[in-house]
Structure formats: structure tokens, C-alpha cells
């Protein structure tokens, strides 16, 4: 049995409550599995942590577990306290920003973690880096990529739920390209920085398009006030926080997918998750050349990676992605065939399910080793 223990998970969102959400149910479609999970405020971590550590060690104590799997940095502490406890191997994913947080003690501790667990599995070569430079040894780090759930995602709509959505977000103005924007609304997601100095030259080249922004955050207001300087209230909507039926739709709808990262000290993009589901949607994708979402790129797949925080090349781009022969139901439909051949999770959990088997066995192997 592997025991599953996460902090992040539905019905809270984000992308690690996602990849926490697909990677247990698709190995426990394949393996027994037990899942100690927590949806809800990260202000009550500590009350969960002690829960999670009194429900784990009774499991250790009643069933046969094989194997132990902590879904972030954060809680590994509580993952070597059961691997001295229940003398069960250790693995651990790391995201990227639970490897950067910037504070000392923080990454003084990290470094004693990191490098005591039985294999860490990051998700993109960015990430991997820094958990070398913080001691892992390398034999002990993997990457594999995030999955992504293909089938939720389309690139079309049925006409009616299409004239539903365009009313709503009202984009029934004229034919309009329409660029979209999905993830936390936090600084180093660069969309103050798209707003006001991308989007105002892109306005300069063309006039034939919309640009829909899905998420919410501390820099909402900050964006909010950048569109209203440079007065493109007509051709800017901040959706807010957007259910899954609007992700789809908002991803169906649109032409192009931006993803306008900047450096953020302490505060780096660890996969870039988004630009698989633009992807699984059929979309050409625009993004920031920056930290993990490198990884996140396929090649000649109709996208493009630009220097971070360089607003003529992000103009430039989009103007050369926004083409008519790119905007094809064909062209779509051949964008998430790759994406669905390479991420989705059918094939992503094999990697998973392989890298516990060998963590396993030589975990047992060193065990008999010292107790002949």
C-alpha cells in the first residue's frame, strides 16, 4: 500500500491540489493506496500535521504499508518522522516555491530534509537544480512533469453554451482574438507587467482583440488599476476566481494562451501546469522564458518563449502567433494530441508507479543488507 499525505487538496484550488488530486486516484486506480489529505486553509497546517501523524502512525501499526509519499517540502519533516517511526522508505515532490521560500531558518531546515528522504521527485530541471544546491544528491532527484487531464478540456464549444459564455463575459462586440491568462493573481505571475506596458504596444500593432484574465490574488487591485491607466477597460476582463465549468469555456473560447512570468526573488514558477491545459485546449502559447515553465514547453508546437520582462517581444509574438492558420480547429486539435501523447496522466502515473518500485526495492534491499 502506499500512504498518501498532502496539505493541498480539493476542494481548495490550485496546481498542486490538482497534480495531489490526479496522482493519488491514478495510482490508487493501479495500486492500493490510502490518502491523508487536507482541503482547506493553510492556517490550520499545524492542527493537520499532528492529525495527519496520529492517522498515519495507526495505519503503520494496522496495515501493511509499502511505501510513503509527502506532497510538498513543507511536510517533510513529518515524512522522516514516520520513516524512523514505521521504517518505510520516503518520497517526497517538490514544486519549486516550498524549495525558493525565502527565509533563512526555513532554508536552513530544508537543506537538513531534503536530503535524508529516499527520493525526490520535482517537476521540471529548474527545480531539481536548486534541490542539488541544497544537498540532495543527484541520484535522488527525478523529474517528471506534471499531468494534465486532457478530457477536461476542448477545443470548441456547442454553439449555445458558446453564445452563453461570450454574453456573459460580453465579448459579442465584433470578431475579436481573444488572449487569456489563467493562475493566482501573485507578482511574479507578471500580469501588472502585461497590462501596463505589453498589452498598450500590442494595441499599436493590432486593434482585433480581447484579453480575459481567470484568477484572483493580492495583485488583483494592482491590475485593476493598471488597465484603468492605461485605458483598455473596453478590451480587458478580470474574470475573477472562475469555476471549472468557466476554465473550460474560457480555454475553449480562446486564441491564445499568455503565460507573462517575471522574477520575483524567492518566488519562482515551478512547471507552469496552466500552459498544459492551454495546450490540451488546442491553443499556441505565449510565455515568459523563466524557471520552470521551460519544461513546460513542447517544441515546434505553434508557441513561443520570450525573455522575461521584455514587453516588444511579447507584442511580437502574439502578433505572429495570431494567424489565421494557427487558429484552426485542425491546428487546435493537433496541439492537444501532442500534449495528450506526452502529459496526460495515463502516462504521467507510469513514471510515478516506476519510480516507487525501485524506491522500494532498494529500500528493502538496504534493509536486508543490515540484517543479515
Same mark, same amino acid.
Given at each position: 500500500m502506499i500512504l498518501f499525505i498532502t496539505r493541498k487538496y480539493p476542494p481548495s484550488v490550485g496546481g498542486m491540489q490538482k497534480l495531489s488530486y490526479y496522482l493519488t486516484t491514478s495510482?490508487? !486506480? *493501479?495500486?492500493?493506496? *490510502?490518502?491523508?489529505?487536507?482541503?482547506? !486553509?493553510?492556517?490550520?497546517?499545524?492542527v493537520f500535521a499532528l492529525s495527519a501523524l496520529v492517522r498515519a502512525l495507526l495505519l503503520l501499526r494496522t496495515q501493511a504499508v509499502d511505501l510513503i509519499h509527502i506532497s510538498d517540502a513543507v511536510l517533510t519533516p513529518l515524512g522522516l518522522l514516520l520513516r524512523a517511526v514505521g521504517r518505510r522508505p520516503v518520497v517526497a515532490n517538490v514544486h519549486g516555491r516550498d524549495v525558493t521560500y525565502p527565509n533563512r531558518f526555513y532554508q536552513g531546515m530544508l537543506c537538513l530534509w531534503l536530503k535524508r528522504l529516499d527520493f525526490v521527485v520535482c517537476n521540471s530541471e529548474h527545480t531539481r537544480k536548486e534541490c542539488l544546491a541544497r544537498g540532495v544528491e543527484?541520484?535522488?532527484?527525478?523529474?517528471?512533469?506534471?499531468?494534465?487531464?486532457?478530457?477536461? $478540456? !476542448?477545443?470548441?464549444?456547442?454553439?449555445?453554451?458558446?453564445? $452563453?459564455?461570450?454574453?456573459k463575459w460580453g465579448l459579442e462586440s465584433g470578431p475579436k482574438q481573444i488572449m487569456l491568462t489563467v493562475g493566482r493573481l501573485v507578482r511574479r505571475k507578471g500580469v501588472s507587467f502585461f497590462v501596463s506596458q505589453v498589452l498598450p504596444k500590442l494595441a499599436n500593432r493590432r486593434n482585433d482583440w480581447i484579453y480575459l484574465i481567470a484568477g484572483d490574488g493580492p495583485e488583483r487591485q494592482r491590475i485593476e488599476a493598471a488597465v484603468a491607466q492605461s485605458e483598455l477597460e473596453k478590451v480587458v476582463r478580470v474574470l475573477g476566481q472562475v469555476s471549472d465549468d468557466e476554465l473550460r469555456a474560457a480555454y475553449a473560447l480562446a486564441d491564445l494562451f499568455v503565460m507573462p512570468n517575471i522574477r520575483v526573488e524567492g518566488d519562482c514558477e515551478g512547471f507552469g501546469l496552466v500552459t498544459l491545459e492551454a495546450r490540451a485546449a488546442g491553443l499556441p502559447v505565449v510565455a515568459s522564458s523563466l524557471e520552470g515553465i521551460i519544461d513546460s514547453f513542447l517544441s515546434a508546437d505553434d508557441s513561443i518563449l520570450v525573455p522575461p520582462g521584455d514587453a516588444e517581444a511579447f507584442a511580437e509574438a502574439i502578433d505572429c502567433l495570431l494567424q489565421p492558420d494557427l487558429l484552426t480547429l485542425d491546428a487546435r486539435s493537433g496541439r492537444r494530441a501532442r500534449v495528450k501523447s506526452r502529459y496526460d496522466w495515463t502516462h504521467v502515473v507510469e513514471r510515478y508507479l516506476a519510480v516507487f518500485r525501485d524506491v522500494q526495492a532498494h529500500y528493502d534491499s538496504i534493509k536486508v543488507s543490515h540484517n543479515p
Open positions: 495510482v490508487a !486506480s *493501479h495500486v492500493p493506496a *490510502h490518502i491523508i489529505k487536507w482541503g482547506r !486553509s493553510q492556517g490550520w497546517l499545524p543527484p541520484g535522488r532527484a527525478g523529474v517528471i512533469p506534471v499531468g494534465v487531464d486532457t478530457d477536461k $478540456f !476542448s477545443p470548441c464549444l456547442e454553439d449555445a453554451e458558446e453564445t $452563453f459564455w461570450m454574453r
